[in-house]
């Protein structure tokens, strides 16, 4: 069971907004944690989306956009494109546990 | 443009043993954390192993505590991950990957294209 939790699957029209939530199930990534999110395309190697919550790094579209509060994060994609589709992962850092925790991935589906 | 490109995966049977290596270039390697994260056929990413820019930190997944063994070559800007008493569960993609920030706001910036272990006899 991942510290992070992220729905399994979420789908939308091309054009449309989806936003994937990102949930802790410890009270130890709060405030001095960030959320970062990243995104694999099939078959390729996770890519860095969205770090510290809400930056994008170079080359990213502002179709993309990252929020957090408390101990939970959201990912929006606006705008949507059929090449959107992939796995989204969040990751965090969880105090108690001195380290790094991913969640368990959400499959965005563009219909 | 950072580039980090592994290999030394393949077929190893339970038991076994391999080296995976990871090449780093376009980065100041020394200057960086770097990491092994993991991910099985159809699963989420694991965290396997940190080593800091100058290996005085290292850290294990307790699911490799004792039997994988992470270390770096600056000189030769290289990341390498010893794995022995290979086990069916360590079958998977490991990818090489550049730590950025500290503790809270620690992220992997750039990521190598993977290479894949599968354990099977």
């Known amino acids: 069971q991942s510290v992070l939790t992220q729905p399994p699957s979420v789908s939308g029209a091309p054009g449309q907004r989806v936003t994937i939530s990102c949930t802790a199930n410890s009270s130890n990534i709060g405030a001095g944690s960030a959320v970062h999110w990243y995104r694999q395309l099939p078959g390729t190697a996770p890519k860095l989306l969205i770090y510290g919550n809400n930056n994008r790094p170079s080359g990213v579209p502002d179709r993309f956009s990252g929020s957090k509060s408390g101990t939970s994060a959201s990912l929006a994609i606006t705008g949507l494109q059929a090449e959107d589709e992939a796995d989204y992962f969040c990751?965090?850092?969880?105090?108690?546990?001195?380290?790094?925790?991913f969640g368990g991935g959400t499959k965005l589906t563009v219909l | 443009e950072v580039q980090l490109v592994e290999s030394g995966g393949g077929l190893v049977q339970p038991g076994g043993s391999l080296r995976l290596s990871c090449a780093a270039s376009?980065?100041?390697?020394?200057?960086?954390?770097m990491n092994w994260v993991r991910q099985a056929p159809g699963k989420g990413l694991e965290l396997v192993s940190y080593i800091s820019s100058s290996s005085t930190t290292i850290y294990y997944a307790d699911s490799v505590k004792g039997r994988f063994t992470i270390s770096r070559d600056n000189a030769k800007n290289s990341l390498y991950l010893q794995m022995n008493s290979l086990r069916d569960e360590d079958t998977a993609v490991y990818y090489c990957?550049?730590?950025?920030?500290?503790?809270?706001?620690?992220?992997?910036?750039?990521w190598g294209q993977g290479t894949l272990v599968t354990v099977s006899s």
């Open positions: 990957a550049k730590g950025g920030g500290s503790s809270g706001y620690y992220k992997f910036d750039y």
């Open positions: 376009g980065v100041t390697f020394s200057s960086y954390s």
């Open positions: 990751q965090s850092y969880d105090s108690s546990l001195s380290g790094v925790v």
